[in-house]
């Protein structure tokens, strides 16, 4: 694959990024649950994408767990040697307490060290700081501390911010203390709400990372009566909308899915997307849908339906 550099920091990244964040759910050591998930890991560290993207809580840790693993069982074999630094992760709060301030970021940094079987990465995430306000995790003490620490120390490369909200999202990059930033559901072919986001962090030099290209449901499984967007349900007018992109789509002999990715994959805002994978056989579909040509007059007829119905409802304090 084509590599690129992720923003300003020229640490190289691919047009796709995997997700694991349910890389590993409900296995315990030693099962043969767990068996199977670390051969899936060891097929994505091993696979056509330069980079997975992990998180200390990821499945209660079981995400970062099983990738460890499979690191392990790679070893030093010489096509492989570079594994260590396709891994990213996140930092996450306290999972029994909801205490995110700079000495857990250390100790949860720690744990997924531990399991991931590093001493860096590439990339560290201050991810959904939602269990303290902005201006705790921005002072004296507070995540964003932890974070610049290990950044200074060489731990990682490079520091980002990973959440949803656009307003919350937007006053971290305003710090102009990360380097990088993912942001999920708000930057599709329904919901286009991270666009300014996205150029304010271009503008900043920052690497973009844009996840969930499907929404988290509908535009992967369709305008069915069940669908959901942004792990919501998607309601009547949203399914009727896309069942509209859909016709669109069956036109111009392509899947939904197809034209979901490749609105992520065309933008100049966006340096990876990252599109959760649970199976090697998912990874061997997204490769496809990664090669499908959607032709111009897709986007054209999209643009032409108006605004999609979004379920998203992002709030506009930041505290």
């Known amino acids: 694959m084509r590599q690129r550099s992720l923003g300003d920091t020229g640490i190289p990244v691919d047009a796709i990024t995997l997700g694991t964040s349910s890389l590993g759910r409900g296995t ?16 994505f560290l091993t696979g056509p994408f ?42 996450d709060r306290d999972p029994d307490t909801g205490r995110f301030d700079r000495d857990r970021v250390m100790r949860s940094f720690e744990e997924s060290c531990a399991r991931l079987g590093v001493d860096r990465v590439d990339v560290l995430h201050l991810h959904d700081p939602y269990s303290v306000t902005f201006a705790e995790a921005t002072g004296p003490g507070g995540a964003v ?37 993912l942001s999920h559901n708000r930057f599709t072919i329904v919901d286009r709400s991270a666009e300014p986001l996205f150029e304010l962090a271009r503008g900043r030099g920052m690497g973009v990372f844009n996840a969930a290209p499907f929404g988290a449901g509908i535009l992967a499984t369709g305008a069915r009566p069940d669908a959901s967007y942004g792990y919501r349900p998607a309601g009547t007018d949203l399914i009727a909308w896309v069942a509209q992109v859909e016709r669109i789509c069956a036109d111009a002999g392509i899947p939904l899915q197809a034209a979901a990715l490749h609105f992520s994959l065309r933008s100049p805002l966006v340096d990876s997307t990252v599109v959760g994978v649970s199976s090697p056989r998912r990874l061997d579909q997204l490769v496809e849908l990664q090669g499908s040509a959607v032709p111009d007059d897709v986007w054209a007829r999209i643009d032409d339906l108006g605004p999609a119905p979004t379920t998203i409802e992002d709030d506009g304090e930041v505290a």
């Open 145 to 181: 501390e932890g974070l610049r620490e290990l950044r200074e120390s060489g731990a990682a490369a490079a520091i980002g911010i990973a959440a949803g909200p656009v307003p919350l999202m937007t006053a971290y990059v305003e710090t102009g203390l990360f380097d990088v930033l």
């Open 50 to 91: 330069a980079v997975v993207d992990t998180s200390n809580e990821y499945a209660g840790g079981r995400s970062e767990a099983v990738l460890g693993l499979a690191r392990a069982d790679i070893g030093a074999d010489a096509s492989a040697r570079n594994v260590r630094n396709r891994i990213f992760t996140k930092v």
């Open 28 to 43: 315990v050591p030693g099962s043969r649950e767990e068996a199977d998930a670390v051969d899936t890991a060891r097929a």
